[in-house]
Structure formats: C-alpha cells, structure tokens
C-alpha cells in the first residue's frame, strides 16, 4: 500500500483535535499526519477576551504544536498556506519572513492526499470606513496582547491624570457587536479594571472605565432567548456598560466613532467584535464553493462541495443541516463536532468503508460575565428542548467548554493534569497581568 498523506491546515478549536486524533490513530500505520499553522502556538479562542483584559496570562494557557506534534504523532509545519492546485495536489504555503521582513523559507509547495481545511474566522468588517485601520481585533493571541497593551497605558494615563487633579479622566472603550465575544469582553474588563488599583495604578478602579457596546440589532445576544440577554443587559449596566442597541456604525475613527444616525461616541480603543466570515482568499482557492461570507461550501460529509479530498471544518466552513435554512454558527462547539466527524470519515476513506453523515447537536451557548454573572441555555442529549440556566451552574457548565477541550487536545491523563494545574495557577499567580 502507498504511504497517505492527510494535510490538516488550521490547529484551532476543531484542527488541533483532529490531528491528534489522526496522529494516534495512524501512528503505527502507513499514513503521515501533517498540520501547518501560521502561529507556532494555538491558544483556545474563547479565552482571547480575559487574555485582551489582562485576567488570563496567555503563557500559561498556549500550546506549543511542535512539542504537541510529537507526543502525539504528527508533523507541524509553521507557514502561511494561500493556494491550491487541486489536479497535482498541492497546497502552497507563503514565504515565512522573520521579524525584519526578510525572506527566512522561499514559498514552496506540500502534497496531499486529502487535505482538511480549518483556518477559522477573521473579523467581518462590512467594508465600513475605517475599521480596518483604527479598530482592534480579537482573532488571535497577537491581536489580544496589543488591545491589553493599549489598554493599560490607557490606564496609566488616566491615573496619572488623576493624579495630576483631573478628577473627571476616565478611558472610553468601544466595543462594536453585541454578540458573546462582545458581551463577555465589556464584563471581563470591569471585572480588570476592579483591580488595577492592586497592580500600581493607585488613582485608577472601574468607575474610571466607560465602555460602550453598540449593537446593531435590537437586542444584544441574538443567540440566546430574550430573557438570558435582558439578564445581561440588565448586569452589564450595573457594572457601568453603556448599551446602544438599533445602532449602526457607519464609520471608525482614530478617537470617536459614528453612527449612521449621526451621534458621535469618544473612543480611546475600539473593539470590532461584529460578525465573523472567511477569509478572501478562500473564495480563490482553485475554484472551490464559498458562500456570501467566503466560506467553503460543504456537503453531508463535510467534504468540499466540488472535491471530495478536501474537507473544512469550523468557522471556515458553511454547512447547513437538513434542519436548518442556514449555515451553522461560527462556535467552538461546531468545530468540535465537526473535527470528530472528519476524523471517522478520513478513516473510512483510507480503509474504504462507507462515510458516515454529519449530524449537528446543538448542546446549546454560554455566555461569561466574568466574575459577575455567567447566563446560558443547555439544549441535547441530556434534556428536552431548551433550558435556561444561570448562575453557578451556567459557570460550571462555561468552564467545562475549555476543560473538554484540554481532554481533547492533550488525552485524559495529561488533560487533568493541566485542569488541575489550571486550578493551582488561578489560587497561586496573580490575577492580573499588567505587564
Ligand atoms: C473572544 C471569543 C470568544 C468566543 N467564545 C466562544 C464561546 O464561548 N463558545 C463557543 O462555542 N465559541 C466561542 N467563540 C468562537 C470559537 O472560538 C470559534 O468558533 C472556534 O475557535 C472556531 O474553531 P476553528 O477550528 O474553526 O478555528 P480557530 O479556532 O480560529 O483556529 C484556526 C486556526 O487556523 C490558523 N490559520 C488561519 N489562517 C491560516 C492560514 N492561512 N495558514 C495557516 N494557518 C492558518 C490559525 O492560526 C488558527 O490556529 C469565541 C470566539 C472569540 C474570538
């Protein structure tokens, strides 16, 4: 038998599970696993936010794909990919350059037998004026670690003013998209900004901090049913968040931005947290489907819709189920599914039996308030319809999404172990990372 080769591109959410999952599987067999990420870490996306806020250190919570690699029986390969030819095969990862510019790896090609696509999201600018230059992003660790960046010496300014006898100073954040990312970042910096005053910013705590999260449908969370995100609504303006809902941003700018009815809100940092789609170029990828938002069209199997060899999964990928009229969300949950979904139908390729089709379980969302609150609704397999939850349970249930997830990516025994020195670094290190 010909040694395969399965080419996973993307270690996210659903990417990083999935190569482990093949590299067990295939380790002893005649297939090679490989991934390529254009980072060399993977950092659980749903942890951006309290990384951006300063109450998560990132260091802690990353993993490194070479090490991960090898543990788990696939080879990592760090590059840019942007285009395939599908008659030879070949996937074509960008130039790498190091920090300068310069040209370190030439743009070279990799082969594949069957090649899984899972490059997630990018942020969904509509084309509006701009947000591209003056906004901030939360689609990887880079863009987390500058908005915290921005943020604390946003901070040090307004005590330092403070100081200075400007009793009014405070920091306006805006934050555009009401949806969980939006929402769960607005809690996550009160719940900072509560204790900067420990961390050397003596004249500064939350009442120093407006932000401002401006949605353009008529309530914030579309997600989650109309009570949950009025209990939201409700604990974000306790904390001070100011809500405009029905509200249209018609353009960014470097200290305010505008809406389409003309107001003016003062910005020192914008967040654009509203909507999220494919990248460009995957609407160029050697004539593959995409749908409105350029993400890859696929069928029951979650192969390509015009080539079997290639899969997507996750936020890259528009898959509708037979019971819906549009695509899936772009959710954790999802690319989990789905990652679990191609690795029984990459095995059943390579091993000739019949594929199996994907069926989506909607087990419900979650959304953090941080420390303050956290709402949500539980649907599935372990209750009938839909059930709204909130408190301590909707916190346990929260923080068992990213403890499944460690299960997933690093194996019962190693994934508790790093739950429980979750746990110990929470009690021990600080709560803050101001640096
Ligand atoms: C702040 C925030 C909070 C969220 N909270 C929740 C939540 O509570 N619950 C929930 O279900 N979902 C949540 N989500 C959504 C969830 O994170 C995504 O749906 C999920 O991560 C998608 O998984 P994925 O595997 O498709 O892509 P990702 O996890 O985004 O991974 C994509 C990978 O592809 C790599 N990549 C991208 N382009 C290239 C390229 N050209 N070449 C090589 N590599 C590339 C990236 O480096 C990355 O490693 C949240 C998202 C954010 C930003």
Redo the contacts with the bound molecule.
């Keep these: 038998m010909d040694k395969k080769r399965i080419v996973v591109?993307?270690?996210?959410?659903?990417?990083l599970e999935l190569v482990r999952k093949l590299g067990t599987y295939f380790s002893a067999k005649d297939t090679e696993i490989m991934l390529?990420?254009?980072?060399r870490t993977?950092l659980?996306?749903?942890l951006?936010?309290e990384v951006a806020a300063g109450s998560l250190d990132a260091n802690l919570d990353e993993v490194g794909y070479g090490g991960h690699g090898v543990k788990w029986g696939y080879r990592f390969f760090y590059?840019?990919?942007?285009s395939i030819n599908r008659n030879k095969r070949l996937i074509t990862i960008a130039p790498l350059k190091d920090q300068n510019g310069e040209e370190i790896i030439k743009a070279h090609d990799i082969y594949y037998d069957y090649l899984v696509i899972?490059?997630?999201?990018v942020s969904n600018d509509f084309s509006i004026r701009g947000v591209s230059t003056n906004a901030l992003f939360?689609?990887?660790r880079a863009h987390a670690d500058e908005f915290r960046a921005k943020l604390l010496n946003e901070c040090f300014k307004v005590s330092l003013q403070v100081d200075s006898g400007h009793k009014d100073a405070h920091v306006d954040v805006v934050i555009v998209g009401g949806g969980?990312?939006g929402v769960?970042?607005a809690a996550e910096l009160y719940n900072a900004a509560k204790s900067l005053k420990n961390y050397g910013l003596e004249d500064f705590d939350e009442s120093r901090l407006r932000v401002s999260l401006i949605e353009a449908g008529q309530r914030i969370l579309p997600s989650l049913p109309e009570k949950l995100a009025s209990t939201a609504k409700k604990e974000l303006s306790l904390m001070g968040v100011t809500i405009h809902t029905s509200t249209v941003v018609s353009e960014v700018g470097k200290t305010q931005i505008t809406t389409s009815d003309g107001r003016k809100i003062n910005s020192s940092l914008t967040l654009w947290?509203a909507g999220v789609k494919g990248?460009d170029?995957l609407s160029e990828l050697d004539g593959l489907e995409t749908d409105k938002l350029s993400r890859l069209v696929v069928d029951e199997f979650l192969q390509t819709s015009l080539d079997e060899r290639i899969s997507a999964?996750?936020?890259?990928a528009s898959f509708i189920p037979k019971t819906a009229d549009r695509p899936l969300h772009?959710?954790?949950?999802?690319?989990h599914q789905m990652a679990k979904a191609v690795f029984v139908n990459l095995c059943a390729k390579i091993e000739k039996k019949p594929l199996q089709e994907f069926i989506y379980k909607d087990n419900g969302?979650?959304?953090?308030l941080s420390r303050f609150f956290t709402i949500g609704s539980l649907m599935g397999n372990l209750i009938r319809g839909d059930m709204a939850i909130e408190g301590r349970l909707a916190r346990v249930a929260?923080w068992s999404?990213y403890r499944l997830h460690l299960l997933a990516i690093h194996g019962l025994l190693r994934g508790l172990t790093l739950i429980l020195i979750g746990h110990v670094n929470r009690i021990v290190r600080p709560k803050l990372k101001v640096h």
């Design positions: 591109i993307g270690g996210g959410a659903g990417g390529v990420d254009k980072n993977h659980w996306k749903p951006l936010h590059g840019t990919f942007h899972a490059t997630g999201g939360l689609e990887q969980a990312t769960e970042l947290a990248a170029y999964i996750g936020d890259c772009p959710r954790a949950q999802a690319a969302s979650i959304v953090s929260y999404l």
